[in-house]
């Protein structure tokens, strides 16, 4: 009976011995599957991260090549090129086609700046040598003088009345003279401290009302800039060219470029 007793107890020792190896292994099992995978996700994380970063350097390539071409990025780099000159005036916006993009060349003289703003069938930063047969937009051109009263004396100011032609209802409260000599006819006005024509053939005089009477309803509705101390405007039907000229202090500013009347008046009313 002692004897089975004994038997018994070492029967049940083993068995307790066994449980205690068996489950000692299932847990180091465990823990090195546990750390596999840990191991495996760090690989996978890795490879995302990796990966990420990749394609995070795609877009800001893919970007760059963007801004080339927008207006916005094209007067930022005009701006810059120009960054020796104390005062920049430029549109705060251009206007291109659906499907083009904008660019410029940039001239500088110690009096001041020239820049042809342009547009182009695809990309192309300013001043590149391509840009001479591109469309023009406008061409903005500031010269400095010595003193306000020289640069007052680039711009004649006249306040039109009765005895400078036959008076012309162009809408808005505004009058207009009608005139004619040399082979044009032309429709001349004021609005606040700038003064307007809008010239024709003396064949095509209609024509000329027609067009200050477009004039007056764009003004009506866009402001130009305030000169200091005046500007003029002269605009044809014909393809002369027409012209914005005001005076900022000892600059003049003067736009150009554009056979369309109402386009040019669209970059003036930018410059502020």
Request: one cysteine or more.
């Amino acid at each position: 009976m002692k004897k089975l007793s004994v038997i018994l107890s070492v029967l049940f020792s083993a068995i307790l011995i066994t449980g205690c190896s068996q489950s000692s292994s299932n847990d180091n099992q465990g823990s090195s599957s546990a750390a596999q995978q840990s191991s495996s996700s760090q690989a996978d994380s890795s490879q995302t991260s990796s990966s990420a970063s990749s394609n995070s350097g795609s877009p800001s390539s893919s970007t760059a090549s963007i801004k080339t071409g927008t207006p916005e990025q094209v007067l930022k780099d005009v701006r810059t090129s120009l960054k020796n000159h104390n005062e920049v005036l430029l549109p705060r916006a251009l206007t291109v086609e659906k499907g083009k993009y904008a660019s410029a060349t940039v001239n500088e003289t110690s009096s001041g700046y020239t820049v042809s703003f342009k547009q182009t069938g695809q990309p192309v930063k300013i001043n590149d040598s391509s840009l001479g047969a591109a469309q023009t937009l406008a061409t903005l051109k500031s010269t400095t003088y010595a003193s306000s009263s020289e640069a007052a004396k680039q711009i004649s100011f006249h306040k039109y009345g009765k005895s400078d032609g036959s008076s012309v209802n162009l809408g808005h409260k505004i009058t207009g003279y009608a005139d004619a000599g040399a082979g044009t006819a032309g429709i001349s006005w004021n609005e606040g401290r700038w003064t307007l024509m809008a010239l024709s053939p003396t064949s095509d005089a209609s024509k000329g009302i027609v067009l200050a009477k477009k004039v007056v309803s764009y003004l009506e509705i866009h402001s130009l800039p305030i000169p200091h101390q005046y500007g003029t405007i002269q605009v044809y039907t014909d393809s002369r060219q027409n012209y914005v000229m005001w005076q900022e202090g000892k600059t003049i500013y003067e736009l150009t470029g554009i056979n369309d009347p109402l386009k040019l008046l669209s970059i003036a009313v930018l410059m502020k």
